[in-house]
């Protein structure tokens, strides 16, 4: 298994453009989320999905949109770039075993520059 | 509204000590406490967790507590090791969905020779 695989690995973007970066995993889990990490901080919550056409909005959904057509695939696109934008992205995902929790896998992470 | 605070930000301990790290949460409903470890550049990964049903889980060298009345959660790193050096995330989950994790804000801990 490959397990989550994100792409980009970098990329520099201008004030303004637009991007999409994608996301997918191989292990058939149904919880999938994103969360972006700025230089020396913690991860903050973007989106998050509960299975395939089902997404809500995080703690900092804000210039980002995201969507679910399939288990596999959770993308997130970013509209009109901001250098506030300028971070490190993760995707992740995680198999919800019982209600009470479940573990989260992360990607290698996404790093974005909007210059 | 739904929130996990993580402290110390930084926590120098000498090889062969132990150290602490305390996070509190939110949301009295919470029932999920995992502990990640991030090496630099490299993505986080988990190192243990623990459930609402559980005061205390042990993993070798690191222990979790947790104090449900209380609010808190606490990770324990015995005989530090060089290699321990990273910056570690606690977070927990958030009633209104058990698939919603939240993270505090790290703590850089960093072992002296």
């Known amino acids: 298994n490959a397990g989550v695989t994100q792409t980009p690995k970098f990329r520099i973007l201008k004030i303004g453009q637009s991007m999409t970066l994608q996301c997918t995993q191989d292990?058939?889990?149904?919880?999938m989320y994103w969360y972006r990490q700025d230089p020396g901080m913690g991860l903050k919550l973007i989106y998050y999905s509960v299975g395939a056409g089902i997404t809500d909005k995080g703690e900092v959904p804000n210039g980002y949109n995201v969507s679910r057509s399939t288990t596999e695939d959770f993308p997130l696109r970013l509209e009109l770039a901001a250098p506030s934008q300028t971070s490190v992205y993760f995707c992740?995902?995680?198999?919800?075993?019982?209600?009470?929790?479940?573990?989260?896998?992360f990607g290698e992470g996404s790093w974005l520059t909007v210059v | 509204g739904e929130n996990v605070e993580q402290h110390p930000s930084t926590l120098s301990v000498q090889e062969g000590d132990s150290a602490v790290i305390k996070c509190t949460y939110s949301d009295s409903a919470s029932n999920y406490f995992p502990w990640y470890k991030q090496e630099l550049g490299k993505r986080p990964q988990l190192i243990i967790d623990i459930r609402s049903n559980v005061g205390e889980k042990k993993d070798q060298r690191i222990a979790v507590t947790l104090n449900k009345t209380a609010k808190h959660f606490s990770l324990h790193i015995t005989e530090t090791q060089p290699e321990d050096s990273a910056v570690y995330f606690c977070a927990a989950s958030i009633s209104s969905s058990a698939s919603k994790i939240i993270f505090g804000s790290g703590t850089r801990l960093s072992i002296r020779p």
């Open positions: 992740a995902s995680s198999y919800d075993e019982d209600i009470s929790g479940n573990t989260i896998y």
């Open positions: 292990m058939n889990h149904n919880y």
